[in-house]
């Protein structure tokens, strides 16, 4: 695994992710393991209303790749906006 740090986005591979209801989505990491990474997918609102909240995922190494770094993730501490 490629320096893959809390914060940072993944996508799954649509091919080897083991859940297919999760191929091919983003994934923001929440915590980095052993064996891989543990993160979530947003859920999406309906009708102007917000998401249901977050979709967790497990995903070993070598089913994901890293493609960038979340600005906010859900749950934490609120971010310094100065």
């Known amino acids: 695994m490629t320096n893959i740090q809390v914060g940072d986005i993944v996508q799954l591979d649509p091919v080897t992710t083991t859940n297919p209801a999760f191929a ?3 994934m923001v990491v ?4 052993e ?3 543990q993160g979530y997918v947003q859920t999406l ?4 209303k ?8 497990r995903a070993v190494t070598g ?3 890293r493609c960038g770094k979340a600005v906010w ?3 934490s501490a609120p971010h ?3």
């Open 50 to 57: 917000p998401g249901r909240g977050q979709a967790y995922y």
């Open 80 to 82: 310094d906006e100065s």
């Open 35 to 37: 064996w891989g990474v």
């Open 45 to 48: 609102g309906e009708g102007g």
């Open 73 to 75: 993730i859900v749950g």
């Open 24 to 26: 091919g989505c983003l």
């Open 63 to 65: 089913t994901f790749e």
């Open 30 to 33: 929440t915590e980095v393991k």
